[in-house]
């Protein structure tokens, strides 16, 4: 079993729709991050989460230490959305990041 | 300057070629990373700098040699590659390497090993 376990792998969302990405984790952490790579890209950092809660434009992330989960949000979601999503954990004061094996999203029009 | 820059952004090469791939950032950042990635597969951790020393090896063999002349630059030097190590390789930097930095990734270098 992957110590960070992503739903779904791929999804498939018409323009406008509210997204949800969850990311459950196996082990204790210090930090989580959501990161975005589109495809043949680079890697975006969108979000580094703690506790609580971020927001930044049309992305939400949440996280609930205690259950050891977190979501991804994309409200009012457009075709430029469509990407790669990875959740990714650091363990402790690990220097390294435990990657999710991601979740595909396409937004069509 | 929140950028990481890696060049080239695509190499091809043949298994007996030698070349480098090479990352820089201006953020004052002193942790540096390297990572390789398959298509469709997350990042893989290959190495890590702290205070430019290397403070991470994952294992990896002695074809790929990193290298780090100061904070800002990150190189790794190719040689001997074999077709399976044909992948998109990223380059990341962070304020420090233990938790609560975050990390900043580059575009990455998509290599070709023929």
């Known amino acids: 079993k992957n110590e960070v376990e992503q739903s779904p792998q791929n999804l498939t969302a018409q323009e406008g729709e509210f997204i949800t990405i969850n990311c459950s984790y196996s082990?204790?952490?210090?930090?989580l991050h959501w990161l975005q790579q589109h495809p043949g890209g680079g890697i975006v950092s969108l979000f580094m989460?703690?506790?609580g809660k971020k927001k930044h434009g049309r992305l939400i992330a949440t996280i609930n230490i205690q259950e050891k989960h977190s979501s991804l949000h994309i409200t009012a979601s457009h075709p430029r959305d469509s990407a790669v999503y990875i959740c990714?954990?650091?363990?402790?004061?690990?220097?390294?990041?435990?990657f999710g094996t991601g979740t595909r999203l396409q937004v069509t029009l | 300057d929140t950028e990481v820059t890696q060049t080239p952004k695509h190499l091809v090469m043949g298994m007996t070629n030698k070349k480098s791939l090479k990352c820089e950032q201006h953020m004052g950042h002193r942790a540096m990373y390297w990572y390789k990635q398959k298509a469709k597969k997350p990042p893989e951790l290959m190495f890590v700098?702290?205070?430019?020393?290397?403070?991470i090896n994952e294992s990896v063999p002695s074809r790929f040699s990193p290298e780090c002349p100061n904070s800002s630059l990150l190189n790794l030097h190719l040689h001997a590659l074999q077709p399976e190590d044909s992948a998109l390789y990223l380059c990341?930097?962070?304020?420090?390497?233990?938790?609560?930095?975050?990390?900043?990734f580059g575009p990455g270098t998509r290599l070709t090993v023929t």
């Open positions: 989460l703690s506790s």
């Open positions: 990341a930097s962070s304020q420090g390497s233990v938790s609560g930095y975050e990390q900043y």
């Open positions: 700098y702290s205070y430019e020393k290397l403070s």
């Open positions: 990714a954990v650091k363990a402790g004061t690990a220097s390294k990041l435990t």
């Open positions: 082990v204790g952490i210090s930090a």
